[in-house]
């Protein structure tokens, strides 16, 4: 059963342009909310994270917005460079142990 | 600081036999996860190991298994393999379990089985 959920596989956006990437979740224990990026051949790299007591974390131009009530967080990326172009991966974890969900990855591209 | 580093790269097997990968954390890390990632399915957890002991196991059958040595370095072990075992196997760190530890990736190991 899938805990985090990411139903877009994919985004196309224009360079300049905002990107939104999406990610909903069903365990309401979930406590803290992570974004990883992946290029191909590597592993995922963090990229920005956020605790349930919040409700935005902004990091350069990448803004990571979370709802609890909707159990919804999404990815800004203001602007979009072609440089951003990778599968990105929400991630979650309860406040027990370390264990984290992850979704199935959008893969964004970002055309010049 | 040299990242993690995951051997072998690259691994082919047949159906029935065992494999076992090796996962070598950020120095200073004791925290080692090991995730299963395939087409469709995202990354799924397979199972933690801090202090050498393991403290999270995810939804996977007895077949997968892991260990982490003193020096915080861990191997998985797929016994039996099946042609669905086939998938990039990946290894991240963290400094500890805290809530909010950045877990580091390494590049994996992508298992094909025939």
């Known amino acids: 059963d899938q805990q985090v959920k990411q139903n877009s596989p994919s985004l196309s956006v224009q360079e300049g342009r905002i990107s939104i990437l999406n990610c909903d979740y069903t365990?309401?224990?979930?406590?803290?909310f992570l974004w990883y990026k992946k290029y191909p051949a590597e592993g995922p790299t963090f990229l920005i994270s956020i605790s349930s007591i919040k409700d935005k974390n902004e990091d350069g131009r990448f803004t990571v917005f979370l709802n609890k009530s909707a159990k919804h967080l999404s990815l800004h990326i203001v602007p979009s460079q072609p440089g951003d172009s990778a599968v990105y991966f929400c991630a979650a974890t309860p406040d027990t142990g370390n264990q984290f969900y992850f979704g199935t990855g959008t893969s964004l591209t970002v055309i010049p | 600081k040299a990242g993690v580093t995951q051997t072998p790269r690259y691994l082919i097997k047949t159906r029935g036999q065992q494999v076992t990968l090796s996962c070598s954390p950020i120095?200073?890390?004791?925290?080692v996860s090991w995730y299963q990632q395939t087409p469709g399915q995202g990354l799924q957890f397979l199972f933690e190991y801090f202090s050498e002991t393991q403290r999270n196991k995810g939804n996977f059958p007895g077949r997968f298994s892991g260990r982490q040595f003193s020096n915080s370095r861990s191997e998985m072990n797929v016994s039996t393999l099946e042609l669905g075992d086939s998938a990039l196997y990946l290894c991240?760190?963290?400094?500890?379990?805290?809530?909010?530890?950045?877990?580091?990736f390494g590049p994996g190991t992508r298992l094909l089985v025939l």
């Open positions: 365990n309401s224990m979930f406590d803290y």
């Open positions: 991240a760190s963290s400094i500890s379990r805290g809530l909010g530890e950045t877990q580091y």
């Open positions: 120095s200073g890390h004791r925290s």
